[in-house]
């Protein structure tokens, strides 16, 4: 726990003035941490996987560390390194807003979307965590909060779990008070009516049933299984029931499917642009937005204006530890996913990680930026870029 946060303490502890403050170094880091899943593999609607990987950001400034983070292959890594880093040295860390424009305009050659849209999400998270550290602030109260915690789902329930591992899972969830929990489904579609029906039981009626298909069906597929889903185990969530990139799949399926189960989409949308499209005409109920890919938390702030301005609520995918603190900035705010494999990752590499209670997840006010401290100790053994730092800021 820190001591008395402010402005006046920043400036006791013997940190320089914000607008005096410079950039004056940029760590990049990847750590990948094997999945726990049967046979050290997790599996949803459409990809298998044997490992998670985070890229971490850290921007030096008088004497203050901000981090920031987001998950992709280690390719992000080097995308940081080569493109971004050189626009951020010697600047000012009063404006991260500006700092994001620039790195925008630096990357358009290089590729916007995708590992660049990543990596521009990790800098710029950090630098708002280093902006509040030296103004001796939680990052909540730098930003422009509409909440003071987030809702939270659980969310794992991966196809290939054994029955008694999936329900376990979820009524896992239950059993901590969070009202909420996801499922991934239709890899295997026969194989679905099983598992709804063994959740359901296992989570009771009272809680609310998300299921995830991960863009594995067609159009008419969705629509069928649409219903199935939400007349015989009540499930009142379908995101992307087809490929994120179907605005005329999501279109019908939320034209035509029932009118109490809500399409979603949005974790693969990268710039704002991309976001505009799902909302004009609308192909979604409920727009998700991930904080490491769609910009960091200056994107966050872009789409949750977007999501007001046409009155659709915005739910946050993944990354609990960053999440908590940006999507308390969205009016139209609506749920964060507590992601199982993120929350793994995040509570073995940092210390100071938000734990659910009550079914919301609250920022610390009691510890500066993100309130997330590099346990490097933990971290080593999963290194795939970037050599320890010796500064410990």
Request: glycine residues 12%.
């Amino acid at each position: 726990m820190t001591g008395p946060a402010g402005p006046a303490a920043a400036a006791a502890a013997g940190g320089a003035g914000l607008e005096d403050s410079r950039i004056d170094a940029v760590e990049v880091h990847a750590f990948e941490v094997p999945t726990d899943g049967p046979g050290g593999k997790e599996q949803d609607g459409t990809l298998e996987w044997d490992s998670t990987t985070m890229i971490l950001v850290r921007v030096h400034a008088a004497g203050r560390t901000g981090l920031g983070y987001t998950y992709g292959d280690v390719s992000v890594a080097s995308f940081v390194t080569s493109k971004l880093a050189p626009v951020l040295r010697g600047e000012s860390v009063t404006s991260p807003p500006a700092l994001w424009q620039r790195m925008g305009a630096r990357i358009r050659n290089a590729g916007r979307p995708g590992v660049g849209a990543m990596a521009v999400s990790a800098v710029d998270v950090a630098l708002w965590d280093l902006k509040a550290r030296l103004l001796g602030l939680p990052l909540i109260h730098l930003l422009p909060a509409h909440h003071d915690r987030v809702p939270v789902y659980g969310s794992g329930g991966f196809t290939n779990y054994p029955l008694d591992r999936l329900t376990g899972q979820l009524a896992g969830w239950v059993e901590q008070g969070i009202p909420r929990v996801k499922l991934k489904t239709s890899r295997e579609p026969e194989r679905d009516p099983e598992r709804l029906a063994a959740v359901r039981r296992a989570v009771g009626d009272g809680t609310e049933l998300l299921t995830d298909a991960n863009g594995a069906l067609t159009g008419k597929e969705a629509l069928y299984w649409a219903h199935r889903f939400h007349d015989e185990w009540d499930v009142r969530w379908l995101e992307e029931p087809v490929s994120s990139a179907d605005f005329a799949g999501l279109r019908l399926l939320r034209d035509r499917g029932p009118a109490r189960l809500e399409i979603a989409a949005g974790e693969y949308a990268f710039t704002t642009r991309d976001f505009v499209n799902l909302l004009e005409p609308p192909a979604v109920d409920c727009l998700q937005a991930d904080v490491t890919r769609c910009g960091g938390i200056t994107g966050v702030l872009e789409i949750g204006g977007l999501s007001a301005a046409r009155h659709i609520d915005l739910s946050a995918h993944c990354a609990p530890a960053l999440s908590a603190h940006a999507f308390c900035a969205v009016r139209r705010l609506r749920h964060l996913e507590y992601f199982h494999d993120h929350v793994r990752v995040e509570r073995l590499l940092f210390d100071g990680t938000p734990e659910p209670d009550g079914g919301t997840v609250r920022p610390d006010p009691g510890r500066p930026g993100l309130g997330l401290d590099v346990t490097w100790s933990d971290a080593e053994p999963y290194r795939v870029y970037g050599t320890r730092p010796d500064r410990r800021a």
